[in-house]
Nanobody, 123 residues
């Protein structure tokens, strides 16, 4: 089992920045990729970004490109999401996810999930 704990959410004005963290524990050696998803009220959970553990390959949703940066610190078993130029439409609960076999933009493929951290962007 892998446990994931997110932190770093909060309230920020439009144009501001936040950095989310996701700390993994447990069988972290089995993790191949980690990702960030988000879910706004009344909407489905949507992909934001992923990063592979070994070679650091990254991928972003169009909504995140140019504004968000995903990174990892393997020594700390932690993944980060630096979010700049935040917009009110970025308001959501942000979830960290991990998988041992593959990378995907689909939430269905991820085996492990954190509890989420709330990000609220005011206009």
């Amino acid at each position: 089992q892998v446990q994931l704990v997110e932190s770093g959410g909060g309230l920020v004005q439009a144009g501001g920045s936040l950095r989310l963290s996701c700390a993994a524990s447990g069988r972290t050696f089995s993790v191949y990729a980690m990702a960030w998803f988000r879910q706004a009220p009344g909407k489905e959970r949507e992909f934001v970004s992923f990063i592979t553990k070994t070679d650091g390959r990254t991928y972003y949703a169009d909504s995140a490109k140019g504004r968000f940066t995903i990174s990892r610190d393997n020594a700390k078993n932690t993944v980060y999401l630096q979010m700049n130029s935040l917009k009110p439409e970025d308001t959501a609960v942000y979830y960290c996810a991990a998988d041992g076999l593959r990378v995907s933009t689909s939430a269905n493929y991820y085996d492990y999930w954190g509890q989420g951290t709330q990000v609220t962007v005011s206009s």
